[in-house]
């Protein structure tokens, strides 16, 4: 099946990392606008994953049924809603292509955590990424520092 495993992650990646573009659209919305309409479009797109992913209800509502993964599910939402409103929070007050660098943070901390808590075998390939994106984001905060320290009429040259 096309939707499991690593498509579905690159399409949630690739989803969620184009939905920021159309921040600059909105002029003077609000920051729980913004995550308002998030939430009120991801529900449509949930439902139709499902059905695309024909995965059948009954095995949904079974476990809507269960207590334990109701309050798993209820914790991931308050985990989720903390970090788009963070994530909104930055969009306004940074540019986009600092966003996008930052982005490359929370792949690195699943990274660790995968391979110091869930034991995942640490390839060289694995290795070599991880540094190169540290390496990247090291490079735009020294690009943050100097500009910082140069005066606004000679970055403009």
């Known amino acids: 099946?096309?939707?499991?495993?690593?498509?579905?992650?690159?399409?949630?990646?690739?989803?969620?990392?184009?939905?920021?573009?159309?921040?600059?659209?909105?002029?003077?919305?609000?920051?729980?606008?913004?995550?308002?309409i998030r939430v009120m479009f991801s529900i449509p797109c949930i439902y139709l994953l499902l059905k695309a992913m024909s995965l059948p209800m009954e095995k949904v509502w079974a476990a809507m049924q269960n207590k334990r993964i109701l309050l798993i599910c209820f914790l991931a939402g308050i985990f989720n809603l903390t970090s788009l409103y963070s994530f909104t929070l930055a969009v306004e007050r940074?540019?986009?292509?600092?966003?996008?660098?930052?982005?490359?943070?929370?792949?690195?901390?699943?990274?660790?955590?995968?391979?110091?808590?869930?034991?995942?075998?640490?390839?060289?390939?694995?290795?070599?990424?991880?540094?190169?994106?540290?390496?990247?984001?090291?490079?735009?905060?020294?690009?943050?520092?100097?500009?910082k320290r140069i005066r606004p009429e000679v970055l403009r040259l």
């Open 94 to 147: 940074i540019s986009l292509i600092m966003i996008g660098f930052i982005q490359y943070i929370e792949p690195s901390i699943q990274f660790l955590l995968a391979v110091m808590i869930f034991g995942e075998i640490l390839l060289p390939i694995k290795v070599a990424s991880f540094i190169l994106i540290w390496l990247g984001l090291l490079l735009c905060i020294a690009d943050i520092i100097v500009r």
């Open 1 to 36: 099946m096309w939707l499991s495993g690593n498509s579905i992650a690159i399409l949630a990646f690739i989803t969620w990392g184009l939905l920021p573009l159309y921040f600059q659209f909105i002029p003077n919305a609000n920051v729980f606008e913004i995550l308002s």
